[in-house]
């Protein structure tokens, strides 16, 4: 996998989104291999708990914003779609492309019949703060920042992130998270619950593989009841639903004008002007 790493130690496997040159961002392939790994180590038996992270001083930023700008994968595109029609085009085409393994990999961790911890150092938006969210527990570094993003290019979100972020912090905060476009520093999401702790930047994965390493040593199939209760009572059974629904909304939003004048004032580095509604 080109951009994706497995390791496992002592019963932990580590889960590495290795993609600097693009803010670890995720084309089709990266996403595809994700998916393989995350079912990879949900359902190896040997391994007790999985650490999701990225690389040093940056955890994920979501979809490949260049990616889709310049169109996608033309031959995963031509794939996905029957014979009998035309390949479709558009970002909100590419989007799914890149979403529907995103998404499975999300059900997968929730499903997942042991602890899955990500270790979030750096910057932490959109499909990336999905994925984080999506982990039974986070650990962030005092270098880290949470931010939803989605807004910024005139998107409606996706990853779980609507479905999660209420859950975690209560209605009234997910709308001024989301609506306010707020950047939170790893105090302030400990603060809001949603964060497990923050830890020191220096020696952070060492940290978080102790924390990883004890849980290993754990009851797993005692914790792997417990997560499937806990997701019963919370109505988690309900996710998969939220993300096909999630995934319906992103694709229109991302064929709207808001979306194309959000995506050109990201990359001019400038103040999206969005058109009337």
């Given at each position: 996998?080109?951009?994706?790493?497995?390791?496992?130690?002592?019963?932990?496997?580590?889960?590495?989104?290795?993609?600097?040159?693009?803010?670890?961002?995720?084309?089709?392939?990266?996403?595809?291999?994700?998916?393989?790994?995350?079912?990879?180590?949900?359902?190896?038996?040997?391994?007790?708990?999985v650490?999701?992270r990225?690389?040093?001083?940056?955890?994920?930023?979501?979809?490949?914003?260049k990616f889709?700008?310049?169109?996608?994968?033309?031959?995963?595109?031509?794939?996905?779609?029957?014979?009998?029609?035309?390949?479709?085009?558009?970002?909100?085409?590419?989007?799914?492309?890149?979403?529907?393994?995103?998404?499975?990999?999300?059900?997968?961790?929730?499903?997942?019949?042991?602890?899955?911890?990500?270790?979030?150092?750096?910057s932490?938006?959109?499909?990336?703060?999905?994925?984080?969210?999506?982990?039974?527990?986070?650990?962030?570094?005092?270098?880290?920042?949470?931010?939803?993003?989605?807004?910024?290019?005139?998107?409606s979100?996706?990853?779980?992130?609507?479905?999660?972020?209420?859950?975690?912090?209560?209605?009234?905060?997910?709308?001024?998270?989301?609506?306010?476009?707020?950047?939170?520093?790893?105090?302030?999401?400990?603060?809001?619950?949603?964060?497990?702790?923050?830890?020191?930047?220096?020696?952070?994965?060492?940290?978080?593989?102790?924390?990883?390493?004890?849980?290993?040593a754990?009851?797993?199939?005692?914790?792997g009841?417990?997560?499937?209760?806990?997701?019963?009572?919370?109505?988690?059974?309900?996710?998969?639903?939220?993300?096909?629904r999630?995934?319906?909304?992103?694709?229109?939003?991302?064929?709207?004008?808001?979306?194309s004048?959000?995506?050109?004032?990201?990359?001019?580095k400038?103040?999206?002007?969005?058109?009337?509604?």
């Amino acid at each position: 996998m080109k951009h994706i790493r497995i390791e496992v130690e002592s019963g932990v496997g580590m889960l590495t989104i290795d993609r600097p040159e693009r803010f670890n961002s995720l084309d089709v392939e990266t996403a595809q291999d994700l998916r393989r790994a995350g079912l990879q180590l949900a359902r190896d038996r040997a391994v007790r708990a999985v650490v999701l992270r990225g690389l040093p001083g940056m955890f994920c930023s979501g979809a490949d914003l260049k990616f889709i700008r310049a169109g996608g994968d033309k031959g995963q595109l031509q794939y996905l779609t029957p014979a009998a029609r035309p390949v479709p085009s558009g970002p909100g085409e590419v989007f799914k492309q890149i979403l529907e393994y995103l998404h499975s990999t999300i059900s997968e961790i929730r499903a997942a019949p042991k602890p899955f911890l990500a270790a979030v150092d750096g910057s932490c938006a959109a499909g990336g703060f999905g994925l984080a969210m999506a982990c039974d527990l986070v650990f962030a570094s005092e270098r880290a920042t949470f931010e939803w993003a989605y807004a910024k290019t005139g998107l409606s979100g996706a990853e779980s992130s609507t479905f999660l972020l209420p859950r975690l912090v209560g209605l009234r905060f997910a709308l001024d998270f989301v609506f306010l476009g707020q950047r939170l520093d790893a105090q302030a999401a400990q603060r809001a619950r949603l964060v497990s702790g923050v830890l020191p930047t220096e020696g952070f994965e060492a940290e978080v593989m102790a924390v990883a390493r004890r849980l290993a040593a754990g009851p797993t199939r005692a914790l792997g009841m417990a997560k499937a209760l806990i997701n019963e009572a919370a109505g988690v059974d309900r996710l998969g639903y939220h993300l096909d629904r999630e995934l319906e909304n992103l694709i229109r939003s991302a064929d709207s004008a808001e979306f194309s004048e959000g995506i050109d004032a990201f990359f001019a580095k400038r103040a999206p002007r969005f058109p009337e509604p």
